[in-house]
């Protein structure tokens, strides 16, 4: 079953996923800095706003891959195979 969050990332533009992305990194950041200088009231939201960051990651690198030519899908899938 898919979660809210993918099913809300669907819906939006790339360019939408993007600046939000920003926004969240932006945040993820600041509460990073303020946990280590002053302490956070939950610590438990910086590993929520880094699933968030890597669903929204997820998103785009998985429209980056759909939009690929099949030239640059078997170029990247050699690539794969070296690295094992």
Do not use: C, F, W
Request: hydrophobic fraction near 35%; charged fraction near 35%.
């Amino acid at each position: 079953m898919a979660s809210n969050t993918y099913l809300e990332l669907q819906g939006l533009a790339s360019d939408a996923i993007e600046g939000q992305l920003k926004d969240i990194q932006a945040d993820l950041n600041r509460m990073k800095y303020d946990h280590a200088s002053k302490g956070l009231e939950n610590p438990t939201e910086l590993r929520a706003l880094k699933l968030k960051v890597a669903q929204y990651k997820t998103e785009l690198r998985a429209r980056e891959i759909k939009s690929m030519t099949p030239e640059q899908i078997k170029k990247r899938d050699r690539i794969r195979l070296r690295r094992k």
